[in-house]
Nanobody, 125 residues
Framework: QVQLVESGGGLVQTGGSLRLSCAASGGTFSSYDMGWFRQAPGKEREFVAGIRWIGSTYYIDSVKGRFTISRENDKSTVYLQMNSLKPEDTAVYYC???????????????????WGQGTQVTVSS
């Protein structure tokens, strides 16, 4: 059974930075597509960024140029570096994973088989 554990959330001021980590266990991480999603209070869960097993990445427009997703296969870990944070980035951030699907989009939450428990990110104004 694949397990995903997020860490790195916290409270930061507007303009600050955080790096989220998601450590995977129980599977072959190097063959997984990985994604980061977030859910703010009263809102639906939304895709933030994704990275395919071959390393190609995809971002929603609102985080392009501010967030960077990356992976270290030898550590079975995916990261989300978040810079220039804004209050609207406040949410619980979730890591998600699935076996590689070259024919399937990264931004659809329904396409992921594995989910972490989430980590809170709060950006104060």
């Amino acid at each position: 059974q694949v397990q995903l554990v997020e860490s790195g959330g916290g409270l930061v001021q507007t303009g600050g930075s955080l790096r989220l980590s998601c450590a995977a266990s129980g599977g072959t991480f190097s063959s997984y597509d990985m994604g980061w999603f977030r859910q703010a209070p009263g809102k639906e869960r939304e895709f933030v960024a994704g990275i395919r097993w071959i390393g190609s990445t995809y971002y929603i427009d609102s985080v392009k140029g501010r967030f960077t997703i990356s992976r270290e296969n030898d550590k079975s870990t995916v990261y989300l570096q978040m810079n220039s944070l804004k209050p609207e980035d406040t949410a619980v951030y979730y890591c998600a994973g699935r076996g590689a699907r070259p024919d399937y989009v990264l931004y659809n939450a329904g396409g992921y088989a594995y989910w972490g428990q989430g980590t809170q990110v709060t950006v104060s104004s």
